[in-house]
């Protein structure tokens, strides 16, 4: 099978998979001009180029559909043109190019931060609140719970021996096949936030982003932020942890503060329960410390 075909049926397959839905459509598009123009390899830059093109035309589509719905108003006229394409692609929900060196250091990484991950307990990185959420009750009944960068499931698989519903989210591909080999019992999907679609099943008790809001750019943080508010029930909590200390092994990250989440909880209608200012990284890094915040939303 030459490679020129086997990319012929792979669109084709893709179409099919998709068909019915925007992006589909938009894939027969490119199936239709993939065989029309009988594209020869030399030329694969412009059939990247026309991607490139639908997959902006889709974005913008999706932000102003996204606006009618949230305003109430008729959805407003295209202003996308091509030139618009890299910063829509760069910018996107999808988090861009950073997001991809991110994940694909903890791809080539998995098996070294697998074996730092389990190295330490549930109860040493996370005792102090999670304790709290028991004595208060809180954590005493099984909860619907969302644990965002779950990594090598260490916390998942906590939750989930301790009779509770858990759904991970986890981006790096090898991270998941750790996961589903070791947990199999865990459910893991490989999102990025923000990620702007309902998940599976009710709302959630409680969300933990561990390790997670340091990757998110500032420019898609409020986005984020209000994602994952949309899915935490009435009563729950959200539980995230701010790094301090920056990463010399390649990895992308961000300041992050405690003022900044105030503000988007309060957008949110969360409240700041608590906080842990100067928590000593439990992997021993001198130069690294964390802030812990526990979101609340009333139950009423």
């Known amino acids: 099978m030459s490679f020129l075909t086997r990319i012929?049926?792979?669109?084709?397959?893709q179409y099919h998979e998709l068909s019915g839905q925007a992006s589909g459509e938009a894939?027969?598009?490119l199936l239709e001009s993939w065989h029309s123009a009988k594209f020869a390899a030399g030329d694969a830059k412009s059939m990247i180029d026309d991607i490139d093109s639908?997959?902006?035309?889709?974005?913008d589509f999706r932000t102003r559909l996204s606006k009618s719905v949230e305003t109430g108003q008729p959805m407003q006229n295209s202003g996308h043109c091509?030139?618009?394409?890299?910063?829509?692609?760069?910018?996107?929900?999808?988090?861009?190019?950073?997001?991809d060196v991110?994940?694909?250091?903890?791809n080539e990484n998995s098996q070294k931060l697998i074996g730092e991950y389990e190295s330490v307990t549930f109860e040493s990185v996370h005792g102090h609140w999670w304790g709290k959420l028991v004595d208060s009750g809180f954590a005493n009944r099984p909860l619907r719970i969302l644990d965002v960068g779950a990594g090598a499931g260490r916390d998942s698989a906590f939750f989930m021996n301790a009779g509770h519903d858990v759904l991970a989210i986890e981006p790096a591909d090898k991270m998941r096949e750790h996961i589903n080999a070791r947990y199999p019992?865990?459910?893991v999907i490989g999102k990025s936030i923000p990620m702007n679609q309902t998940l599976p099943g009710n709302p959630f008790d409680l969300i933990l982003l561990s390790a997670v809001w340091m990757h998110i750019r500032p420019d898609l943080r409020k986005q984020a932020f209000d994602d994952l508010a949309t899915h935490l029930t009435k009563g729950g909590k959200m539980v995230v942890f701010l790094r301090h200390g920056s990463f010399n092994d390649?990895?992308?990250?961000?300041?992050?503060?405690?003022?900044?989440?105030k503000g988007y909880a309060a957008a949110n209608d969360l409240s700041l329960a608590t906080s842990n200012e100067g928590q000593t990284d439990v992997l021993g890094r001198s130069d690294v410390y964390w802030e812990i915040a526990i979101l609340s939303r009333p139950s009423i």
């Open 82 to 99: 091509a030139a618009e394409t890299k910063e829509l692609l760069s910018s996107s929900w999808y988090g861009g190019e950073e997001l």
């Open 102 to 106: 991110n994940v694909a250091f903890y």
């Open 8 to 13: 012929d049926e792979q669109i084709e397959d």
């Open 27 to 29: 894939l027969k598009v």
């Open 54 to 59: 639908t997959i902006g035309h889709l974005i």
């Open 250 to 261: 390649g990895r992308q990250e961000h300041p992050v503060s405690m003022e900044e989440l």
């Open 185 to 187: 019992e865990i459910r």
